[in-house]
């Protein structure tokens, strides 16, 4: 009789932060190369004043009140992974004190990173934990751990370094995985072309969302207090606005342009001068023409017979002008999973799927019933 397969059990629950410090935040991370730190790590004067000058030029790497004062509190043992190598330890003016250690050797002493450089970027591409134990040996749980373990640093935190550039304007999705044989969510967060927040939740619901969002803006809050970003892009589903509203109060959140043309076509499937004009409004190069051409789109669709019950199809709605007659049958699909339509309706335009010069523009207000299309949209910078 065959063995019953080992499987490995999975907590999909997220669980609260425990409430003292983890242990990777008492150390403070000084860049410096293999030859320096043979060169200054054992001098206390050469060692205090390259630490003045990246306390004075990154500031967000040292904890507060190193301002006030510190001392140096001698070494600690020397590394078993990483032999000839040792923190040092500091103690700052309030008690408190942390570890020193060289940018270099990476968390938890586990190797240099010249050495788990390559390695690192093959896991990155798929190559499992074996075939890197055959390739740079260790065994599969070090490579395991190694790789579970850049998930625990801030992606804010170490990413943006002054708090004063914080994005003003967001987007957010979910990415639909697979998890250990089922489906989960990467609730993704991008802003000024940097990914700023990315976590995995079992559910796409107010929930589970607020939950997975609630991440970025508890990381963002950790660089910034006050944190409040204007505006954030979605693609209309309901659960994703929701919880961007729970996490920043009064932000305003702006309906993806491409999702709101799949929403007028998927109710208007023979439009297609309907379809048009949504891209012309797309193609504004400034907001005088934005409001004009949605001005024209509004009084188009805006029909004092749009909401009659019955239609039995969107096509008895379209007139050979290709203006609205009558009720749309509404669609049942959520935003993030609607598809394209049948052969014959055109394609997204290809200037707008591929890359192509940014129209700079002011901010555009727009508010139309006809299109659902409600929010701020952020000024386009220059290309260059």
């Known amino acids: 009789m065959d063995d019953r397969p080992k499987t490995r059990r999975v907590n999909r629950e997220r669980r609260p932060l425990p409430p003292q410090a983890p242990r990777g935040a008492k150390q403070i991370v000084i860049p410096m190369t293999r030859p320096q730190y043979d060169e200054i790590w054992h001098d206390s004067q ?22 006030r004062g510190y001392r140096l509190h001698g070494f600690g043992r020397e590394s078993r992974k990483l032999p000839g190598l040792k923190l ?18 990476a968390g938890y002493m586990t190797g240099t990173v010249d050495e788990l450089a390559y390695p690192l970027l093959l896991a990155a591409h798929g190559v499992p934990a074996w075939l890197l134990k055959v390739g740079f040996g260790h065994s599969e749980m ?4 190694l790789l579970e373990r850049l998930g625990r640093s801030s992606l804010v935190g170490t990413t943006v370094r002054d708090p004063a550039r914080l994005p003003e304007h967001l987007a957010a999705d979910e990415h639909h995985a697979d998890w250990a ?15 700023l927040g990315v976590a995995l939740t079992a559910s ?5 969302l607020h939950e997975a969002y609630g991440v970025f803006a508890a ?13 954030v892009n979605t693609d209309g589903w309901a659960a994703t606005r929701n919880a961007f509203q729970a996490c920043f109060p009064g932000i305003t959140v702006v309906l993806c342009f491409l999702h709101g043309f799949l929403k007028v076509r998927d109710r208007c499937r023979k439009a297609h001068e309907l379809h048009r004009r949504v891209w012309d409004i797309y193609r504004a190069a400034t907001a005088e023409e934005f409001r004009r051409l949605m001005s024209r789109v509004s009084a188009m669709v805006c029909h004092p017979d749009l909401d009659r019950p019955g239609a039995r199809d969107a096509g008895e709605a379209v007139g050979q002008d290709g203006v609205l007659r009558g ?10 999973e609607q598809r394209g339509g049948p052969a014959d309706e055109p394609d997204v335009p290809a200037d707008v799927c591929g890359p192509g010069p940014a129209r ?25």
């Open 181 to 195: 044989g089922r489906k989960g969510y990467l609730a993704t967060t991008v802003g000024d072309g940097c990914v």
């Open 327 to 336: 009720g749309l049958r509404p669609s049942r699909m959520p935003s993030h």
């Open 219 to 231: 990381e963002a809050r950790d660089v910034e207090p006050a944190y409040a970003p204007e505006t």
């Open 360 to 384: 700079p523009s002011g901010l555009v207000r727009v508010a139309s019933a006809g299109l659902g299309v409600v929010g701020e949209l952020p000024a386009v910078r220059a290309a260059g």
């Open 88 to 105: 040092r330890k500091i103690v700052l003016e309030d008690g408190s004190s942390y570890w020193l250690r060289p940018g270099f050797v």
């Open 204 to 208: 796409a619901d107010d929930a589970h």
């Open 46 to 67: 050469l060692l205090r004043a390259s630490i003045a000058g990246w306390a004075r030029s990154a500031p967000e790497l040292f904890p507060a009140g190193f301002d």
């Open 142 to 145: 070090y490579w395991y751990r």
